[in-house]
């Protein structure tokens, strides 16, 4: 099994940046990529971010529009989402998300392992 625990999320002002954090724990030796999904009140879960895990190779929902990176520390078996120019439309929990799939998926139905979620709430 493997456990991901979001941590990072708050409020901040419109502009600002936040940058969250998932700690992969277990056997994480199974993962091979690894993506950040969102989900605003009454809305879908959307994909935010994936990346492989053993090197880079990342894509990004069309929202992103530059403003967000994911990056990974193989070595702390940490991901992270580091978010810049944020708007209120950016309000949402934002979900870590792991699967043993070799290549990074936008689609959640191919994400086995999920985390909590952290809110992020962007002030106008």
């Known amino acids: 099994q493997v456990q991901l625990v979001e941590s990072g999320g708050g409020l901040v002002q419109a502009g600002g940046s936040l940058r969250l954090s998932c700690a992969a724990s277990g056997r994480t030796s199974n993962l091979y990529s690894m993506a950040w999904f969102r989900q605003a009140p009454g809305k879908e879960r959307d994909f935010v971010a994936s990346?492989?895990?053993?090197?880079?190779?990342?894509i990004y929902g069309d929202f992103v529009k530059g403003r967000f990176v994911i990056s990974r520390d193989s070595a702390k078996n940490t991901l992270y989402l580091q978010m810049n120019s944020l708007k209120p439309e950016d309000t949402a929990v934002y979900y870590c998300a792991a699967t043993d799939r070799f290549t990074p998926s936008h689609a959640k139905v191919d994400y086995g392992y999920w985390g909590q979620g952290t809110q992020v709430i962007v002030s106008s």
């Open positions: 990346t492989r895990w053993a090197f880079v190779y990342t």
